[in-house]
């Protein structure tokens, strides 16, 4: 019997599909280029949409990028949101369970 | 039965009912064969039922009952389009589930589609009222069927609502039946210039009632909670026939009697925005989901606000859509739930490696959801944003659901796939989902790819053909509409990358986020004792006599209703929920009769 050799892509036991679709994903370079690339995608969409879909700007909405700024902080606000929400908001898993007097629970 | 007869009785018969025998016959169906000819055929035979409808518009079935004319089928525009996402989902339900064998979860799944089908079908608010109850009472075992104790009692709260939702609209019936003597959908919402979609005068006797009722259903704010709570804890299966149904008729209903009412586009806009918070704080995955299902239903109710032609044709497609894409969401967690056992983010992470398949279908649900141009998400919300655009008194409401579409991306585009199959290495490498859940996934993928590359089909369907064709000839694919779509997407991802590169994107932690049902698990039965206590007091000291009676009534009731009371603690829900049909009975025939 042969020796298990040790993928070149991938991980031992691994989904072939998953080695194809996602794998380069773990690289340590992807979050950087993928950041990038985003960045890059962004400004040659604002670009574009002045060029090809230019309007008189009436208002800020008339604006190119105007959807991409607010989708940004509307976004990061939505995120940012879960901090002071989840100390007000979270509770233990059952908290329900112990002393809410539903069904069935003692107070 | 000749060919004749038998192309007569399918043109001539709510596709529902076919999907109902089915659903009659699916406890005696002992193989997987003979299990799948029933849970997909059905399905099958009320689609081509549909497709060889004798006319649009038209009673093509009635009966006379106490009285009354109930028209059993009559399609027209508007419902086709639901119909036809029903039956599919039906369909796709059908196959989804084919990998275990529970006769009363698997019947009553096909019976809750069978009845939802139908209602869209019938055209007379008593028939109406009937299918409707009746998807709310198979709903219920979608829930109970893990048999667990809080399935159990999240069914029973769920029961709650929707029979409160069912005895409104029940109500509001009566009053309006009383009042005009109309209950055709042909007669009370007239359509304009020949189209199908009409107004019930909101000052009509019973139509708030009716709203209200509707409203329930569609998980209005204050009322919505009883989606996050019950969806959540049914199975794997039960949660994907539940996201199909039971807020999309209540969406289809709306269309149907108050489009173009405007309280529902200021309540939509907010349904389109609160669950956004509660979503990005939600440990539970399929939570998220039901959260985000509120969000994608906000849309629908602020676009039947609007009323348009655009707009309405907006709220249509997105339900088809809608219905594609979350029970693809929703077969993607139920798979995951399924070979791990929890569907929380905190314990969940890199499940790619070992199944990508139900990965890329998740993938593509997300896509589809977040309105990723060339996915089915993007032709339909287009709709609805654009004709909130087209009125400058709208301008709130459009920027409302801008926001909500960077929400939507963020809870459904990104933290589902992200964090279930993505982000940190759990560990957990199980096996990939079934064959049967793979072909349903794949199949609502490629639907959803389908409809978002080519959105003509979709759009014939529409309530409004003409105007949706326009629409897709001039304004979908402009330089400028996809370019800001695309904008909006590419940067709130950018905004992602860098909120988790500066470590500020709150961690997944294990937890329960408070909502409204707080006001009934802990604050009501805190107020209730506070108010009981302070009564009993003043009863004392007021008078002795109405203080005792008072304490005894509060005892009695205590005794029932209280945490170890009888109705409370021991009392099979089965029968809860054959009680509860049975009032209804009793109250539909006392209002017949009287």
């Avoid at chain 1, 208002?59 to 990028?65: D, F, L, Q, R």
């Avoid at chain 1, 100390?87 to 629970?105: C, I, T, W």
């Avoid at chain 2, 005895?167 to 042909?186: E, S």
């Avoid at chain 2, 655009?310 to 709220?315: D, E, I, K, S």
Wanted: glycine share 8%; with cysteine.
């Amino acid at each position: 019997m042969s020796e298990e050799k040790e993928p070149v892509l991938g991980e031992p036991g691994e989904h072939p599909l998953s080695v194809l679709l996602f794998s380069w994903m773990r690289a340590p370079w992807f979050k950087a280029l993928f950041t990038w690339s985003l960045i890059v995608i962004g400004v040659a969409l604002i670009g574009l949409e002045a060029w090809l879909a230019f309007r008189p700007i009436k208002a800020v909405t008339y604006a190119p990028g105007f959807q991409g700024v607010f989708g940004f902080f509307a976004f990061a606000f939505a995120v940012l949101s879960g901090w002071p929400l989840g100390k007000m908001l979270r509770r233990p898993e059952g908290y329900y369970d112990r002393r809410s007097g539903e069904a069935g629970r003692d107070d | 039965m000749t060919i004749e007869r038998l192309a007569d009785l399918l043109a001539n018969t709510n596709p529902g009912f076919f999907i109902l025998a089915a659903a009659l016959l699916l406890p005696f169906a002992r193989d997987v064969a003979s299990r799948a000819i029933l849970m997909v055929g059905g399905p099958l035979v009320a689609l081509v039922a549909l497709i060889s409808a004798e006319g649009l518009s038209i009673n093509l079935q009635t009966v006379q009952f106490l009285g009354l004319e109930l028209v059993l089928y009559r399609p027209d525009s508007l419902s086709f389009v639901f119909g036809l996402a029903f039956i599919i989902a039906s369909a796709l339900v059908g196959a989804y589930s084919l990998h275990r064998r529970d006769a009363l979860q698997d019947s009553t799944a096909m019976l809750y589609a069978g009845a939802g089908v139908t209602a869209v079908f019938v055209g007379d608010l008593i028939s109406l009222f009937i299918a409707w109850e009746l998807t709310a009472i198979a709903s219920v075992f979608q829930i109970l069927a893990p048999r667990g104790p809080e399935s159990a009692r999240a069914a029973l709260r769920y029961l709650v609502f929707q029979i409160a939702s069912g005895m409104l609209v029940l109500a509001g019936i009566c009053m309006y039946v009383a009042a005009t003597g109309d209950t055709q959908f042909a007669l009370i919402a007239p359509s304009q210039a020949g189209l199908p979609v009409g107004v019930m005068d909101i000052n009509a006797p019973g139509a708030v009632l009716i709203l209200a009722g509707f409203g329930i259903k569609a998980a209005f704010p204050m009322v919505h909670n009883w989606l996050q709570d019950s969806y959540p804890r049914a199975s794997e299966t039960g949660a994907v026939v539940l996201s199909v149904f039971t807020t999309k008729l209540a969406v289809y209903a709306l269309a149907r009697y108050f489009a173009g009412l405007e309280w529902l586009i200021w309540i939509g806009a907010v349904m389109t925005v609160f669950p956004v918070f509660f979503a990005v704080i939600e440990n539970d995955l399929r939570k998220v989901l039901a959260y985000s299902l509120n969000n994608q239903v906000g849309f629908m109710v602020c676009a039947v606000g609007i009323g348009t032609q655009l707009a309405v044709n907006g709220a249509a497609a997105h339900a088809f859509a809608h219905i594609m894409y979350k029970a693809l969401l929703f077969m993607s967690m139920g798979a995951v739930l399924y070979r791990t056992g929890t569907t929380k983010a905190s314990e969940l992470g890199g499940l790619h490696r070992t199944m990508p398949w139900t990965t890329l279908f998740c993938l593509v649900g997300a896509a589809s959801i977040s309105a990723l141009p060339l996915f089915s998400g993007f032709v339909a919300k287009s709709m609805v944003m654009s004709a909130s655009h087209a009125d400058p008194a709208l301008f709130v409401v459009w920027i409302a659901l801008l926001f909500a579409s960077a929400g939507v991306l963020e809870h459904s585009g990104i933290k589902i796939p992200y964090f279930c199959f993505f982000s940190h290495d759990s560990g957990k490498r199980p096996q990939e989902a079934p064959f049967n859940m793979l072909l349903a996934m794949g199949a609502a993928a490629a639907l959803c790819i389908l409809v978002g590359l080519s959105p003509g089909w979709l759009y014939q369907f529409l309530p409004y053909q003409e105007a949706a064709m326009e629409y897709l000839a001039t304004d979908l694919w402009t330089a400028g509409h996809v370019l800001q779509q695309f904008q909006l997407l590419v940067f709130a991802t950018l905004a992602f990358m860098l909120l988790q590169w500066r470590r500020w994107y709150p961690a997944e932690k294990p937890g329960l986020i408070m909502d409204v049902e707080w006001f009934w698990r802990r604050g009501w039965p805190v107020m209730a004792r506070a108010v009981g206590k302070r009564a009993r007091k003043a009863g004392r000291v007021v008078s002795g006599a109405i203080g005792a009676v008072g304490g005894s009534a509060q005892l009695a009731a205590r005794q029932v209703f209280g945490p170890e009371g009888w109705v409370a603690a021991n009392v099979p829900l089965s029968a809860t929920a054959v009680l509860s049909l049975a009032i209804l009975g009793v109250v539909l025939a006392i209002s017949l009769f009287a």
